[in-house]
Structures are given as structure tokens and as C-alpha cells.
């Protein structure tokens, strides 16, 4: 049974760069969402896309955007990348309106120097 | 709004029992526990879902109560394998829907 995967597993970009992060969820699951993990913290909601439409969106600002593709796997795209935006950039995928809880995938380390 | 997890950091030896708590101001749809270890992504440990129940996994079980939308997750027997930070996430809506996390209770279990 796969489980959530995640692209690249480090990244290093520079300031105002871009960049694409990408997921494929946990076998069976159609749901996916993305969290941003900065040292010491907790993670924190970015988004979570089913359908290929985003469902519900966290406190994080336009330059964060995603897509689904019709096989459930997802990328998330930062523009303009700052400083701040260096953490761990974490996917979860779930079954929508289901009772079980989000599986994370390793997560991708993002670097911005 | 961000659950408050406490306490903060707490340091065993092995065999010794923990309790780590977990509360909301909000109403709560269910709490999921995860364990992260440095440098790995967090490791799903179990969902309790409203109703007041309890939850076992070996040595590791929670419970929830809806009344204070506080949850507690206890360690018994603790081992070496269960140091990490532990996190809970809550839910307002379904189980499926966006998690909000606590900033966590750093565990470290010594021989």
C-alpha cells in the first residue's frame, strides 16, 4: 500500500525565485492538503484541494497557490520566495467526508537563500 | 485558533508514565495525535472523535472530553522509541478537514 510521496525532498532557491512542490497521495485517497512546518513549530494549514478545486484555504498569501490533477496528485507553487517562506513544506492526503484522520508524506525541505 | 499543548517539553526514563494535554477554545469535531521525530514527517498516532470516547494502542491510549474540548494522550511503560515531539491537531469540522496544530511537547525518554 503506498504512501504519500513527495518531490523533491530538499530544494535550495534564492530570494524572489519560484517554485513547484509536488505529492501524490496515499493509495485510495482523493484528498490533499499542504502544510508549511517552520523549525521548532507546529505545522500550519495552507490548503487542501479535492476535485481539483481548492476546498479550504489557510492564512498564507497569494504567492502560495496549488493544483490537482484528475489522478489526486497535487503541486504547490510559492512565488516570489522570501526568507521566511524556509521550512518544511509537509502534504497530507485523506478519503473526503471520511471519518479518518490526514497521512503525511516526508515532506519537502525548502531553502531560500 | 491554535490548540495549547502542555506542557512544553518533558523528560523520562524509560519505563516512567507521561500525560500530555491538549485544549481548544473552540468547538471541536476531533483530535488527532501524531509523533514526529526530528527531521521526518509526523507519524499518525490516533483520532478521537467527539463523544467523550477513549482510545488504546499498546502501551499509548487518549481520551477526549467534549464537554471541556480537552484531549490527553498517556504514555505508559514509556520505551527509548517514543522520544519526538508530539503534536495534536484539531478539527472543527469533519475529520477530513483542515487540521490546526499545537506548537507541540518535545518527549525524550533517557535508558
Known amino acids: 500500500d503506498a504512501g504519500v510521496t513527495q518531490s523533491p525532498t530538499h530544494l535550495i532557491k534564492t530570494r524572489g525565485q519560484q517554485v513547484t512542490l509536488r505529492c501524490s497521495p496515499k493509495?485510495?485517497?482523493?484528498?490533499v492538503s499542504w502544510y508549511q512546518q517552520a523549525l521548532g513549530q507546529g505545522p500550519q494549514f495552507i490548503f487542501q484541494?479535492?476535485?481539483?478545486?481548492?476546498?479550504q484555504r489557510g492564512n498564507f498569501p497569494d504567492r502560495f497557490s496549488g493544483h490537482q490533477f484528475p489522478n489526486y496528485s497535487s503541486e504547490l507553487n510559492v512565488n516570489a520566495l522570501l526568507l521566511g517562506d524556509s521550512a518544511l513544506y509537509l502534504c497530507?492526503?485523506?478519503?473526503?467526508?471520511?471519518?479518518?484522520?490526514?497521512?503525511f508524506g516526508p515532506g519537502t525541505r525548502l531553502l531560500v537563500l | 485558533q491554535q490548540p495549547v499543548q502542555s506542557p512544553q517539553a518533558v523528560i523520562l526514563r524509560e519505563g516512567e508514565d507521561a500525560v500530555i494535554n491538549c485544549s481548544s477554545s473552540k468547538a471541536l469535531y476531533s483530535v488527532h495525535w501524531y509523533r514526529q521525530k526530528h527531521g521526518e514527517a509526523p507519524v499518525f498516532l490516533m483520532i478521537?472523535?467527539?463523544?467523550?470516547e477513549q482510545k488504546g494502542h499498546e502501551k499509548i491510549s487518549a481520551s477526549f472530553n467534549e464537554k471541556k474540548q480537552q484531549s490527553s494522550l498517556y504514555l505508559t511503560a514509556s520505551q527509548l522509541s517514543y522520544s519526538g515531539t508530539y503534536f495534536c491537531g484539531t478539527a472543527k469540522e469533519t475529520s477530513g478537514s483542515r487540521l490546526t496544530f499545537g506548537e507541540g511537547t518535545q518527549l525524550t525518554v533517557n535508558p
Open positions: 497530507a492526503s485523506n478519503l473526503w467526508g471520511g471519518q479518518e484522520t490526514q497521512y
Open positions: 493509495s485510495g485517497h482523493d484528498t
Open positions: 484541494y479535492y476535485e481539483e478545486e481548492e476546498r
Open positions: 478521537l472523535l467527539k463523544g467523550g
